[in-house]
Structures are given as structure tokens and as C-alpha cells.
């Protein structure tokens, strides 16, 4: 990937693009509090990597990591001025080196369920955005996610090192890795009057949400 690099955001940096992007590019209730980011990624459980192209920035990412085998894709975005121009088909790449540069065999994320769209178009897009992914080498799973509200279905990017089609680990696993993530970045409390166990909940698709 000519001209493409990817570097760890210092913690200077995370709170000047905390201003700068995430409050552009999520609205408030999906963003993380500043002082809580700032907390995890003192504590090695948060990663924020900045993508550059040709020395800007072009994207970002940051991850929820616990030194176990995965990590969550917290939030990822393409800069506004760059969208639609294959930026994010060539961060897919660079999210797969991300992942074995954090020493992770699989990087999870969430993908809000295409059958739950309030309106045609909007499954329509969710449709579209699993397909990129796909097309990206991601790996659909048989897991599900609520998070504060939202359904997700959950895919996986392998590592690079781990190469063009590795087998999947098991849905199980999927969804072992991505309790302790939820927990490692949530806290008991994670707004007043809700518990952990209320904010999120993670399932097999074949149990039904059992």
C-alpha cells in the first residue's frame, strides 16, 4: 500500500482529534467520554491508530484490546473529504496490520442488522455496508450484540499475517471474546440507573437471543 502508514495516536493527540473527529463523526450517544478513553488507553486497554496517506490523515480507528486473541473496533471513520474515493476498501488492508501489530488474531465490529432498517432505503445501506466488508475480507459470524439499544450483527477481519481466507474461529469463541471486550470497556454503571447487563447483551443467532 504505497504511501499508506498508520501510527498510535499519543494521548495529546487522542484528545485533540476526540474534538476534532469523533464529536464530527458520532453523535453523542455513541460516543465514549473523553475521560473514560483517556482511562483505558492508560491502562493499555484502548489503542487509537491514526491512517495516513501520503502523510495526512485519511482515517482512523480505535480499538478495544484485553491481551486476549481479538479486539473490538470501537469506532472507525473515513475524513469527510476523502469518503467515496476507495479510502475505506484501503483501510480494510491496513485495519488487517493493525490487528497483528496489536499482537490480535481477528478484529470484531459490529454491523447495525440489515432486517431491524425502519425504512427500505435504510436496510437497503445496511445491506450495502455488510457486502463492502465482505468484499474487504471480512467474515460474517453467527453472533449478535445489543448496545444500548441497538441491534448488531458482529463479523470479523483476520490479521494479515493470517492470510486471504483463514478458517473462523468458533461462533462460541466470537462471542466469549466479545463479552470480556464489552465488560473491559464498559463500565457497572455505564449511565444512571442502567447496569451492565442492562446496556448490552450478546448472543447466538441459532438461540434465538436466549
Given at each position: 500500500m504505497?504511501?499508506?502508514?498508520?501510527?498510535?495516536?499519543?494521548?495529546?493527540?487522542?484528545?485533540a482529534y476526540y474534538q476534532e473527529c469523533l464529536r464530527r463523526d458520532f453523535p453523542p450517544d455513541e460516543r465514549m467520554p473523553l475521560a473514560r478513553m483517556e482511562e483505558l488507553t492508560q491502562t493499555?486497554?484502548?489503542?487509537?491508530?491514526?491512517?495516513?496517506?501520503?502523510g495526512e490523515l485519511a482515517a482512523y480507528g480505535v480499538f478495544i484490546k484485553n491481551g486476549r486473541e481479538a479486539a473490538l473496533l470501537n469506532y472507525y471513520a473515513v475524513q469527510p473529504q476523502l469518503r467515496?474515493?476507495?479510502?475505506?476498501?484501503?483501510?480494510?488492508?491496513?485495519?488487517?496490520?493493525?490487528?497483528d501489530q496489536m499482537a490480535a488474531h481477528w478484529i470484531i465490529f459490529e454491523v447495525e442488522a440489515p432486517?431491524?432498517?425502519?425504512?427500505?432505503?435504510?436496510?437497503?445501506?445496511?445491506?450495502?455496508?455488510?457486502?463492502?466488508?465482505?468484499?474487504g475480507g471480512a467474515l460474517a459470524t453467527g453472533v449478535d450484540s445489543v448496545l444500548?439499544?441497538?441491534?448488531?450483527?458482529?463479523?470479523?477481519?483476520?490479521?494479515?499475517?493470517?492470510?486471504?481466507?483463514?478458517?473462523?474461529?468458533?461462533?462460541?469463541?466470537?462471542?466469549?471474546?466479545?463479552?470480556?471486550?464489552?465488560?473491559?470497556?464498559?463500565?457497572?454503571?455505564?449511565?444512571?440507573?442502567?447496569?451492565?447487563q442492562e446496556a448490552c447483551r450478546v448472543w447466538l443467532r441459532d438461540q434465538k437471543g436466549l
Open positions: 504505497e504511501n499508506w502508514t498508520m501510527r498510535e495516536w499519543s494521548a495529546k493527540e487522542l484528545r493499555g486497554g484502548q489503542v487509537s491508530l491514526g491512517f495516513y496517506r501520503a467515496g474515493q476507495g479510502v475505506g476498501t484501503a483501510c480494510l488492508g491496513l485495519l488487517r496490520r493493525a490487528a432486517e431491524d432498517g425502519s425504512t427500505p432505503e435504510e436496510t437497503e445501506t445496511r445491506n450495502r455496508r455488510v457486502a463492502f466488508y465482505r468484499r444500548f439499544g441497538v441491534h448488531y450483527h458482529i463479523m470479523l477481519l483476520p490479521a494479515a499475517s493470517l492470510g486471504p481466507e483463514p478458517p473462523p474461529p468458533e461462533d462460541r469463541a466470537v462471542r466469549a471474546a466479545l463479552e470480556d471486550l464489552y465488560r473491559a470497556a464498559i463500565t457497572d454503571r455505564p449511565a444512571p440507573g442502567l447496569c451492565f
